[in-house]
């Protein structure tokens, strides 16, 4: 089974989890996370946990905030995942959030803390602990939110889809579905 993991702040109302779902489907499960981290991850346990005791194994694709978590859940679950302009260091990049935001899905406010930032920095997969053959990374170097050259260096040996332009959100996406599926070993519907 698929668990797709949206970016920061987003949903599976958004556009790459609409993609995926239609793709995938029936094979996939894609969230609306909670924008509070260990929320996130607990969910996302939960659900792995609850395919695991229906015999079904889960395989990761993230996007931005969801590839750090898909590193995460890949490495804990030792299963593949797919990263889509990961975030490397979100407890770096994120840090401007501590306070209160409003949630670009439904608007509602929340309050990203300094407790936030800790737990995603203790969640990290160091480099030399990856799997690297468990990792296909899907990047654009027109990102204009995420330096692609620090998901180069950390997931360096692993395989590497790096397109010139584009941007954060990945254009272009459906493209790199039949890339995607081999990787992971699914069938498009």
Do not use: W
Not at 11 to 23: D, L
Not at 67 to 88: D, F, Q
Request: contains cysteine.
């Amino acid at each position: 089974m698929l668990v797709y993991i949206h970016g920061f702040g987003s949903s599976a109302k958004g556009v790459k989890a609409m993609i995926v779902r239609e793709a995938f489907a029936p094979k996939v499960i894609a969230p609306s996370l909670s924008p509070i981290p260990d929320l996130a991850i607990d969910t996302l346990e939960q659900i792995v946990e609850g395919l695991r005791e229906c015999g079904e194994k889960a395989v990761f694709m993230g996007s931005s905030l969801g590839g750090y978590y898909a590193t995460y859940l890949a490495h804990k679950y030792e299963s593949k995942a797919v990263l889509i302009n990961p975030s490397v260091k979100p407890y770096e990049t994120l840090a401007k959030y501590v306070g209160l935001n409003h949630s670009f899905y439904d608007f509602s406010n929340y309050e990203f803390t300094q407790k936030h930032i800790d737990y995603l920095k203790n969640i990290d997969v160091e480099d030399k602990a990856l799997h690297k053959e468990n990792f296909l990374l899907l990047l654009q170097t027109g990102d204009d939110v995420l330096d692609y050259h620090e998901a180069v260096e950390k997931f360096a040996g692993v395989q590497i889809d790096l397109e010139e332009g584009g941007s954060h959100g990945y254009d272009g996406f459906e493209r790199k579905l039949e890339k995607i599926a081999a990787f992971l070993e699914i069938e498009l519907h």
